[in-house]
């Protein structure tokens, strides 16, 4: 498994920006699959976007597409979740994950279930 360790959450209003990083330890950190989920309250955790190490797939949800980027750094073993034009229904706890490559189910890059490693968590906040 990978430990991970999400930062970057906060409160802003609607329309602002908020990059959320993930740092990663204890696998080779370009061997991952990253993704962003988040769990607002009350609800199931969902799928936010991820991407694989050579950046050749990338995928996102429907609701962040164009507001949302994700992108990591190898050297630094770190990825980012880039937020911009933040809405009130984005407010939730967001989870940075991460998957071996190697074994990856490139079909299911959507569930929770296909990742194996999982931060703590940082809350984001949208007033509108």
């Known amino acids: 498994q990978v430990q991970l360790v999400e930062s970057g959450g906060g409160w802003v209003q609607a329309g602002g920006s908020l990059r959320l990083s993930c740092v990663a330890s204890?696998?080779?950190?370009?061997?991952?699959?990253m993704g962003w989920f988040r769990q607002a309250p009350g609800k199931e955790r969902e799928f936010v976007a991820a991407?694989?190490?050579?950046?050749?797939?990338?995928w996102y949800a429907e609701s962040v597409k164009g507001r949302f980027t994700i992108a990591r750094d190898n050297a630094k073993n770190t990825a980012y979740l880039q937020m911009n034009t933040l809405k009130p229904e984005d407010t939730a706890v967001y989870y940075c994950?991460?998957?071996?490559?190697?074994?990856?189910?490139?079909?299911?890059?959507?569930?929770?279930?296909?990742?194996?490693?999982w931060g703590q968590g940082t809350q984001v906040t949208v007033s509108s």
């Open positions: 204890g696998r080779t950190f370009s061997r991952n699959v």
């Open positions: 991407d694989t190490w050579n950046g050749v797939n990338t």
């Open positions: 994950a991460a998957a071996r490559y190697a074994l990856f189910d490139f079909s299911k890059w959507y569930r929770d279930d296909s990742y194996d490693s």
